[in-house]
């Protein structure tokens, strides 16, 4: 099953509270047993790795209860049932939402916190959370991951209408930056010199030393222009002619299923890089793309107010 929003979330949370102390810990377990999460979904965690998404929605869920004045955080780690809270559950209201608590001053304040029209040329205050699924962290990612793809997108572009040489090029750069190689300097000293020389379009030291070699392929192909498993067994050919043991074929469209088989079942390891992770890669190490704007992602510090 799908893991539920924090939203979801709220009604049962706040049923798991009382007027003792109830251990956030204790109740994101119960809420747990309640949703009949498998053990892949209660231990599901977020990019950051450090908190499960389960227990962030649920975190989530707390805060904006808290916000209501429905739930308190007496200490850390724990919560309680507010007068307010136990008022509204009398009612067996059957779902706790965002239009639910905006009946409450406290959370319609928050809402439209550091939104005055007075100070914003007039202007409505948008809504903390335009997507009613998604807590804001979520939603940072999603447009976050929004901008990636759209980058990779243009990344793909500009390889395509470039010149083979400018794309063999920008493989051994992206090594480089990955940390293959060398310094940039040895860029030119990588390629081999005539685009397709071979079969085979750089050749790059895996480590400082050069005790080892990476032979590269390129192919700037369209998007609807695979490469097939003919072109990965002439790449195999040529690496045999040099007694190389390991080869990357990059593309900037994709592998056809026969040839990921093919590069498979080779004596030889070979590794397919297809136009779309050829630009994460890219994004990842900053090879044709730079830092824009930096945005980061804070919370309170519980030690600090202890």
């Given at each position: 099953m799908a893991l539920p929003t924090y939203q979801d979330v709220m009604l049962p949370l706040l049923q798991a509270a009382s007027d003792q102390e109830t251990k956030i810990s204790d109740a994101i377990e119960r809420l747990a047993q309640t949703y009949q999460l498998s053990e892949a979904e209660r231990t599901q965690l977020l990019p950051s790795g450090r908190q499960t998404i389960f227990a962030n929605r649920v975190s989530w869920a707390r805060t904006y209860l808290s916000k209501a004045g429905l739930l308190a955080t007496p200490r850390r780690g724990f919560i309680r049932l507010t007068d307010e809270g136990r008022q509204l559950l009398t009612t067996h209201p059957p779902r706790i939402d965002n239009d639910t608590l905006m009946q409450f001053a406290s959370f319609r304040a928050f809402r439209t916190r550091d939104h005055d029209p007075v100070d914003?040329?007039?202007?409505?205050?948008?809504?903390?959370?335009?997507?009613?699924?998604?807590?804001?962290?979520?939603?940072?990612?999603?447009?976050?991951?929004?901008?990636?793809?759209?980058?990779?997108?243009?990344?793909?572009?500009?390889?395509?209408?470039?010149?083979?040489?400018?794309?063999?090029?920008?493989?051994?750069?992206?090594?480089?930056?990955?940390?293959?190689?060398?310094?940039?300097?040895?860029?030119?000293?990588?390629?081999?010199?005539?685009?397709?020389?071979?079969?085979?379009?750089?050749?790059?030291?895996?480590?400082?030393?050069?005790?080892?070699?990476?032979?590269?392929?390129?192919?700037?192909?369209?998007?609807?222009?695979?490469?097939?498993?003919?072109?990965?067994?002439?790449?195999?050919?040529?690496?045999?002619?040099?007694?190389?043991?390991?080869?990357?074929?990059?593309?900037?469209?994709?592998?056809?299923?026969?040839?990921?088989?093919?590069?498979?079942?080779?004596?030889?390891?070979?590794?397919?890089?297809?136009?779309?992770?050829?630009?994460?890669?890219?994004?990842?190490?900053?090879?044709?793309?730079?830092?824009?704007?930096?945005?980061?992602?804070k919370a309170a510090d519980e030690e600090f107010f202890e």
């Open positions: 914003n040329g007039g202007l409505q205050p948008p809504p903390i959370l335009a997507h009613a699924t998604l807590t804001p962290d979520e939603i940072l990612r999603a447009t976050h991951d929004e901008l990636e793809a759209a980058l990779a997108a243009e990344l793909l572009q500009r390889i395509r209408t470039g010149t083979p040489a400018f794309f063999e090029k920008l493989i051994i750069s992206l090594l480089i930056a990955m940390g293959y190689g060398g310094s940039v300097t040895d860029v030119d000293k990588a390629l081999v010199g005539k685009s397709g020389d071979n079969g085979i379009d750089g050749v790059i030291d895996q480590d400082p030393l050069g005790l080892d070699r990476i032979y590269v392929q390129a192919k700037r192909y369209g998007e609807d222009n695979p490469v097939g498993s003919g072109a990965i067994r002439d790449f195999f050919g040529s690496l045999d002619r040099v007694k190389a043991s390991k080869g990357l074929f990059v593309t900037t469209s994709r592998f056809s299923p026969s040839a990921r088989d093919t590069a498979e079942h080779l004596s030889k390891r070979l590794v397919l890089i297809d136009g779309d992770k050829l630009t994460r890669l890219m994004i990842q190490h900053n090879v044709g793309c730079r830092i824009q704007e930096t945005f980061y992602s």
